[in-house]
C-alpha cells in the first residue's frame, strides 16, 4: 500500500543540526510534491517547506527560510529536510506529506518523526 | 504573506447537528483550498481539495463550499467518530499554510 516513513527525529541541542529523511513506496514517487509539516506539542499544522516533483522548484516558510533545506532523491524514493541552527521553539512532531505536483495539497501523509531540541 | 483564519476555534455540537467550520484568508485564493481532518493521536487526513471536492473515501456528510476569501467546511450530521480538529491550508502559491484549526466534539 501507499505509504510514507519518517526518520532521523531524536533530541539536538539548539543551534545543532539535524537531518530528516522520509521513504516513500507503494507509488510513483517521483510524480508528485511531498511537504515538510510540522506540529509542536499541543498546537497546530505549521507547513515548513515544498519540493516539485523534479527538485526544480522549492518552498519554505519564513521561519526556516535560510537554515533549513530540502531536497530529494527520485531514485532512492527518498525526501531530506537539514535543519540547521535548531531553536527550542522547532520542537515538534516533523510530517512528510505527498500531493499532486503544483496543487500542492496533502493527499498522503507519514506517521511522523519527533523533533526535540533542548540543552 | 496570505493569513489564513479559522472559526471558530472550538465547538461543541450533538450528534446529528449539522456542523459549519468557516476558513477566511486574507487575499483571493480561487479556490485553492483544502480541509484536514486531525483525530486525537492520529495524522492529519485529506477531507476535501479545489475547496469542493471529496477526497475519494470521505463520507458524503462532509462538504466544502466557497472561493475567493470566504470557505466553508460542513458536516451535515455530526457523528461520534468526527470528533477531532479540522485546519484549513491555501494552496494558491506559497506559502502553503494551515488555518489554526477547529476543535469539533460531542456535547
Known amino acids: 500500500q501507499e505509504q510514507l516513513v519518517e526518520s532521523g527525529g531524536g533530541v539536538v541541542q539548539p543551534g545543532k543540526s539535524l537531518r530528516l529523511s522520509c521513504v516513500g513506496s507503494g507509488f510513483t514517487f517521483r510524480s508528485y510534491g511531498l511537504h515538510w509539516v510540522r506540529q509542536a506539542p499541543g498546537k497546530g499544522l505549521e507547513w515548513v517547506a515544498t519540493?516539485?516533483?523534479?527538485?526544480?522548484?522549492?518552498f519554505y516558510a519564513d521561519s526556516v527560510k535560510g537554515r533549513f533545506t530540502i531536497s530529494r532523491d527520485n531514485s532512492k524514493n527518498t525526501v531530506s529536510l537539514r535543519m540547521n541552527s535548531l531553536r527550542a521553539e522547532e520542537t515538534a512532531v516533523y510530517y512528510c506529506a505527498r500531493g499532486p505536483d503544483y496543487y500542492y495539497y496533502m493527499d498522503l501523509w507519514g506517521k511522523g518523526t519527533a523533533v526535540t531540541v533542548s540543552s | 504573506d496570505i493569513q489564513m483564519t479559522q472559526s471558530p476555534s472550538s465547538l461543541s455540537a450533538s450528534v446529528g447537528d449539522r456542523v459549519t467550520i468557516t476558513c477566511r484568508s486574507s487575499q483571493a485564493i480561487s479556490n485553492y483550498l483544502a480541509w484536514y481532518q486531525q483525530k486525537p493521536g492520529k495524522v492529519p487526513y485529506l477531507l476535501i481539495y479545489s475547496a469542493s471536492t471529496l477526497q475519494s473515501g470521505v463520507p458524503s456528510r462532509f462538504s466544502g463550499s466557497g472561493s475567493g476569501t470566504d470557505f466553508t467546511l460542513t458536516i451535515s450530521s455530526l457523528q461520534p467518530e468526527d470528533v477531532a480538529t479540522y485546519y484549513c491550508q491555501k494552496y494558491d502559491s506559497g506559502p502553503f499554510s494551515f488555518g489554526g484549526g477547529t476543535k469539533v466534539d460531542i456535547k
Open positions: 519540493i516539485s516533483y523534479d527538485g526544480s522548484n522549492k
